[in-house]
């Protein structure tokens, strides 16, 4: 079974400061793609990353695909109160079948 | 452009009730369809899986059961609800087939059983 281990599951941190979210599994991923979810939406694509070792911009948010597309990487820089929700990353396993496996999540609260 | 669509918003039933939750996707065809669940502010489980009419994968063991009536039409049911079905129920669609398949959620459904 394939799975994605999402960290930390928490954050919480004043307004200009940067941080980094983790998605790491022991399987090799076809792609791997983050979201954002607001309380009581559904997930809204981010990005997705699908060659090992792509980094992605955009705007503030820097997402990394690792080389042997087993894990990935979203960096926030001078995080805002806009930033504050629910992150998920998550994998397309085998054959592109567009089943994605979910990681646990990153709720991030950005204070004033 | 491609909208999806799923209803209904809020639901509360009393334990051993029916349920049905309906979504369609406009703008596409033969989308690949999915419903997934979210337990409160957590990461999703693919509950079930179809990528035609007729065709359903279930990934797990549950007290529920998914039809594709129709090409973008994907309904999750259940003959008697228990208390721990309650929670977030999203469904969901895609269309490619090949690397970086993207995948669109509806607004969710809120699923309360007492």
């Known amino acids: 079974t394939q799975l994605l281990e999402q960290s930390p599951q928490f954050l919480s941190i004043q307004e200009g400061e940067n941080l980094t979210v983790y998605c790491n599994s022991s399987?090799?991923?076809?792609?791997l793609q983050w979201y954002r979810q607001e309380p009581g939406e559904g997930p809204v694509l981010l990005v997705t990353v699908v060659t090992g070792g792509e980094v992605k911009k955009l705007k503030r948010l820097t997402f990394q695909f690792g080389d042997a597309r087993k894990d990935s990487s979203l960096h926030i820089t001078a995080a805002q109160p806009g930033d504050t929700g629910l992150y998920l990353c998550?994998?397309?396993?085998?054959?592109?079948?567009?089943?994605?496996?979910f990681g646990q999540g990153t709720t991030l609260q950005v204070k004033p | 452009s491609q909208t999806i669509h799923q209803w209904p918003a809020t639901l509360v039933q009393p334990v051993g009730s029916p349920l049905s939750l309906e979504c369609t996707v406009e703008g596409t065809s033969n989308p690949n369809l999915y419903w997934y669940r979210q337990a409160a502010g957590r990461g999703l489980q693919l509950l079930f899986y179809?990528?035609?009419?007729?065709?359903i994968s279930s990934e797990v063991p549950q007290n529920l059961s998914a039809s594709r009536p129709q090409d973008r039409q994907f309904i999750l049911s259940s003959k008697k609800l228990l208390l721990s079905d309650s929670g977030f129920y999203l469904c969901a669609w895609s269309s490619l087939r090949g690397p970086g398949n993207t995948i669109y959620f509806g607004e969710g459904s809120w699923l309360t059983v007492v």
């Open positions: 399987s090799v991923f076809s792609s």
């Open positions: 179809s990528v035609g009419i007729g065709q």
């Open positions: 998550a994998g397309d396993g085998s054959s592109n079948t567009g089943k994605l496996i």
